[in-house]
């Protein structure tokens, strides 16, 4: 693998002009077929085969309407009733052709219509009602994730990481033109296959960060070259370092694409949409790196190299005999504050996003809260029984219920609306739905019910689809490492990873913690399938960043691999964390409310995998192992391919020893 893509290397460093005219050619093709043949995102999120849905489809036969509806709601000040405005809700009516609901106190009510025309909307607001509409009606409240903020932040961080404007410029330029080329080709596929909504913001989110992450690292090893070996040609260093670093991105890649594209095993739509749109920005993203790099390092020649590095150096080989020195006190600590971080997620509550999970500035949420003031709060979460009983009373005197509405009889199947006393996202709503359905002679569906639904549907897949994700993994590094213990300690170092990133989620978002979340509640039914799919893709491009520079050093024969090792690749996941937490930290700032708690699951994520996980219990835990960290079993070394992901098959750069890697050697010892 390293002497194929060593090839590509240098032929993209010698074609450079050619390399970088295609991908120009490539990015204006996908704009061009995004501008004639997309279509509209979706923006329902729902799964096809469940109970309920097929119970809702139903409905939709027998009874007629659909989902297309929502509700203009209007209410009088503070302190006063609607009968002093009739005339301003009979204007109201006439306009939207449609006859009024009205709340017990006279002071809210509502139209449940298929479109509010705005004229009519805002002669009533001029009249003195307070008037807002339903997400079915209105535009989606402001806000949504921009790569602005994560550039600015990447372009920071890089510009200290290399000393150059050049070298720092350079990792932007791949990750934009790739971000380009993934978002219009997403918006052209859109002409084929349905593509949801929150789709191209993960393939923001992850094409940016990935994008920049994969440059740096071949970047790196290119620079680090030309400084230790003046004599090493520029195209012979591009080469080489797309080789070696080139093949740890290409593996680091696949290990992101197949968990993403595993997204498919919860056999949900949305999910599978927004993971293979995320997968195939990691695939153009790892495509750039490992051919646009090298041509783009070919034009800047010699200068890539930038100024001294021996200080930073030091400073990670300081940190890395510090760590091997008390590796046992680390491996604790670090395990105790990740283990502190995951205790929120044993109170981890599931849902799916409702209009009381926008902002409380948007319209939608704003009628939320009135039906919820005027009517109760499980007025905006009714639901569908269907029954060939057509006495309501048995449901009527289930606990939870404050009202049952006849719908009207067909082909022998009566409909009724059931109110819950409680709202939509309540665990008494999901006992009640529970309870009813213990009567197997009620059908029961609805948009509450189908939420419900959807998020015991993901929590059953979600162990499947970690295992998966987990065993692929662990094979995929063992074969790489050919080792273990290594991937062992990957797939264990994860899982403590992921359970701080839920657990800081849940403290923020369902707890309400540091006042992110408006209004606290349930965390996305399907947020922690994906932040598995992402965060476990990112860690393990740490983990090859980091081990595959220690096991390069083993297989050179250094006296100490740990510390020669942490030394080379310490700064690089750094530097990749510390974009990437800008990038999500963006998506928190300015994201919906779909986007943020995943962008903050990630964000939190990242940091503590980077600089706890990587940073901390690696290096230890690696110490620990001592040689066994290498060890495989002769008859599983035979039969697994050698992948050659350090390149052992071409020339290495020169070693050179600081005192602080001998002092950590002794450790290692």
């Given at each position: 693998?390293?002497?194929?893509?060593?090839?590509?290397?240098?032929?993209?460093?010698?074609?450079?002009?050619?390399?970088?005219?295609?991908?120009?050619?490539?990015?204006?093709?996908?704009?061009?077929?995004?501008?004639?043949?997309?279509?509209?995102?979706?923006?329902?999120?729902?799964?096809?085969?469940?109970?309920?849905?097929?119970?809702?489809?139903?409905?939709?036969?027998?009874?007629?309407?659909?989902?297309?509806?929502?509700?203009?709601?209007?209410?009088?000040?503070?302190?006063?009733?609607?009968?002093?405005?009739?005339?301003?809700?009979?204007?109201?009516?006439?306009?939207?052709?449609?006859?009024?609901?009205?709340?017990?106190?006279?002071?809210?009510?509502?139209?449940?219509?298929?479109?509010?025309?705005?004229?009519?909307?805002?002669?009533?607001?001029?009249?003195?009602?307070?008037?807002?509409?339903?997400?079915?009606?209105?535009?989606?409240?402001?806000?949504?994730?921009?790569?602005?903020?994560?550039?600015?932040?990447?372009?920071?961080?890089?510009?200290?990481?290399?000393?150059?404007?050049?070298?720092?410029?350079l990792p932007l330029l791949t990750a934009v033109l790739g971000l380009g080329v993934s978002l219009e080709g997403l918006h052209a596929l859109t002409a084929l296959v349905s593509v949801n909504s929150v789709a191209p913001t993960l393939a923001i989110l992850l094409g940016l960060a990935v994008g920049i992450d994969y440059a740096l690292f071949l970047i790196d090893r290119h620079r680090r070259q030309l400084r230790a070996d003046h004599d090493l040609g520029v195209r012979e260093s591009i080469a080489l370092a797309t080789g070696t670093a080139g093949t740890a991105v290409f593996f680091a890649a696949l290990t992101v694409i197949?968990?993403?594209?595993?997204?498919?095993?919860?056999?949900?739509?949305?999910?599978?949409?927004?993971?293979?749109?995320a997968a195939g920005a990691v695939l153009v993203a790892m495509l750039m790196a490992l051919t646009l790099t090298p041509a783009l390092l070919s034009f800047l020649g010699r200068g890539a190299a930038g100024r001294n590095f021996r200080p930073r150096m030091r400073v990670a080989s300081r940190w890395a005999a510090l760590v091997i020195r008390h590796r046992a006190v680390a491996v604790v600590l670090s395990v105790l504050v990740l283990g502190v971080l995951a205790v929120p997620v044993f109170s981890m509550r599931l849902g799916l996003p409702d209009d009381g999970s926008d902002p409380a500035p948007a319209t939608d949420r704003?009628?939320?809260?009135?039906?919820?003031?005027?009517?109760?709060?499980?007025?905006?979460?009714?639901?569908?029984?269907?029954?060939?009983?057509?006495?309501?009373?048995?449901?009527?005197?289930?606990?939870?219920?404050?009202?049952?509405?006849?719908?009207?009889?067909?082909?022998?199947?009566?409909?009724?609306?059931?109110?819950?006393?409680?709202?939509?996202?309540?665990?008494?709503?999901?006992?009640?739905?529970?309870?009813?359905?213990?009567?197997?002679?009620?059908?029961?569906?609805?948009?509450?019910?189908?939420?419900?639904?959807?998020?015991?549907?993901?929590?059953?897949?979600?162990?499947?689809?970690?295992?998966?994700?987990?065993?692929?993994?662990?094979?995929?590094?063992?074969?790489?490492?050919?080792?273990?213990?290594?991937?062992?300690?990957?797939?264990?170092?994860?899982?403590?990873?992921?359970?701080?990133?839920?657990?800081?989620?849940?403290?923020?978002?369902?707890?309400?913690?540091?006042?992110?979340?408006?209004?606290?509640?349930?965390?996305?039914?399907?947020?922690?399938?994906?932040?598995?799919?992402?965060?476990?893709?990112?860690?393990?491009?740490?983990?090859?960043?980091?081990?595959?520079?220690?096991?390069?050093?083993?297989?050179?024969?250094?006296?100490?691999?740990?510390?020669?090792?942490?030394?080379?690749?310490?700064?690089?996941?750094?530097?990749?964390?510390?974009?990437?937490?800008?990038?999500?930290?963006?998506?928190?700032?300015?994201?919906?409310?779909?986007?943020?708690?995943?962008?903050?699951?990630?964000?939190?994520?990242?940091?503590?995998?980077?600089?706890?996980?990587?940073?901390?219990?690696?290096?230890?835990?690696?110490?620990?192992?001592?040689?066994?960290?290498?060890?495989?079993?002769?008859?599983?070394?035979?039969?697994?391919?050698?992948?050659?992901?350090?390149?052992?098959?071409?020339?290495?750069?020169?070693?050179?020893?600081?005192?602080?890697?001998?002092?950590?050697?002794?450790?290692?010892?």
């Amino acid at each position: 693998m390293a002497a194929l893509l060593a090839r590509v290397g240098g032929f993209c460093a010698r074609r450079r002009w050619t390399v970088l005219g295609v991908w120009v050619l490539v990015l204006a093709a996908a704009i061009g077929l995004a501008g004639q043949f997309a279509k509209p995102l979706g923006t329902r999120l729902t799964v096809s085969g469940l109970q309920s849905t097929k119970t809702l489809d139903e409905v939709h036969r027998l009874f007629g309407g659909g989902d297309d509806s929502g509700k203009v709601v209007f209410a009088a000040p503070e302190g006063q009733t609607l009968a002093g405005y009739r005339p301003a809700v009979a204007a109201l009516g006439t306009a939207l052709k449609a006859k009024p609901t009205l709340s017990p106190g006279g002071r809210i009510g509502y139209f449940t219509v298929a479109a509010a025309p705005g004229p009519a909307i805002d002669r009533a607001r001029t009249a003195g009602l307070r008037v807002e509409e339903s997400s079915e009606l209105a535009a989606p409240p402001a806000g949504s994730s921009t790569p602005v903020a994560g550039l600015l932040i990447a372009f920071v961080v890089l510009l200290i990481t290399f000393g150059s404007l050049r070298a720092a410029g350079l990792p932007l330029l791949t990750a934009v033109l790739g971000l380009g080329v993934s978002l219009e080709g997403l918006h052209a596929l859109t002409a084929l296959v349905s593509v949801n909504s929150v789709a191209p913001t993960l393939a923001i989110l992850l094409g940016l960060a990935v994008g920049i992450d994969y440059a740096l690292f071949l970047i790196d090893r290119h620079r680090r070259q030309l400084r230790a070996d003046h004599d090493l040609g520029v195209r012979e260093s591009i080469a080489l370092a797309t080789g070696t670093a080139g093949t740890a991105v290409f593996f680091a890649a696949l290990t992101v694409i197949i968990a993403l594209a595993g997204l498919a095993v919860a056999r949900v739509g949305f999910l599978t949409e927004m993971g293979l749109a995320a997968a195939g920005a990691v695939l153009v993203a790892m495509l750039m790196a490992l051919t646009l790099t090298p041509a783009l390092l070919s034009f800047l020649g010699r200068g890539a190299a930038g100024r001294n590095f021996r200080p930073r150096m030091r400073v990670a080989s300081r940190w890395a005999a510090l760590v091997i020195r008390h590796r046992a006190v680390a491996v604790v600590l670090s395990v105790l504050v990740l283990g502190v971080l995951a205790v929120p997620v044993f109170s981890m509550r599931l849902g799916l996003p409702d209009d009381g999970s926008d902002p409380a500035p948007a319209t939608d949420r704003k009628a939320y809260d009135l039906v919820a003031e005027g009517f109760g709060a499980g007025a905006n979460g009714p639901l569908l029984v269907l029954t060939r009983d057509r006495n309501p009373a048995r449901i009527a005197a289930m606990p939870d219920v404050a009202e049952v509405m006849p719908g009207g009889v067909r082909e022998g199947q009566a409909l009724f609306t059931v109110v819950p006393e409680s709202g939509p996202e309540s665990a008494a709503t999901a006992t009640l739905v529970a309870r009813l359905r213990n009567d197997k002679s009620l059908l029961v569906t609805g948009q509450t019910a189908v939420a419900i639904d959807i998020s015991a549907h993901l929590r059953q897949a979600l162990p499947l689809y970690l295992a998966l994700v987990a065993g692929f993994a662990f094979l995929l590094l063992m074969v790489v490492f050919r080792s273990l213990l290594i991937p062992l300690k990957a797939v264990l170092s994860f899982l403590l990873s992921l359970g701080a990133a839920l657990g800081c989620t849940v403290a923020m978002f369902q707890w309400g913690w540091f006042g992110l979340a408006d209004p606290p509640g349930p965390l996305l039914s399907f947020l922690p399938t994906i932040v598995i799919g992402v965060l476990f893709g990112l860690s393990m491009d740490y983990e090859m960043f980091l081990v595959s520079g220690m096991h390069e050093e083993h297989r050179r024969g250094s006296a100490a691999p740990v510390a020669d090792g942490f030394g080379r690749g310490a700064k690089v996941v750094t530097a990749a964390g510390l974009i990437m937490i800008g990038v999500f930290g963006g998506g928190v700032a300015g994201g919906d409310p779909v986007v943020r708690p995943i962008a903050l699951a990630l964000a939190a994520g990242v940091l503590v995998d980077a600089f706890v996980v990587r940073l901390v219990l690696v290096p230890a835990v690696i110490s620990l192992f001592g040689r066994a960290a290498w060890w495989l079993p002769r008859g599983l070394a035979r039969v697994i391919p050698s992948t050659d992901v350090e390149g052992a098959a071409l020339n290495a750069e020169p070693a050179a020893a600081s005192p602080e890697q001998a002092m950590a050697a002794h450790h290692e010892r």
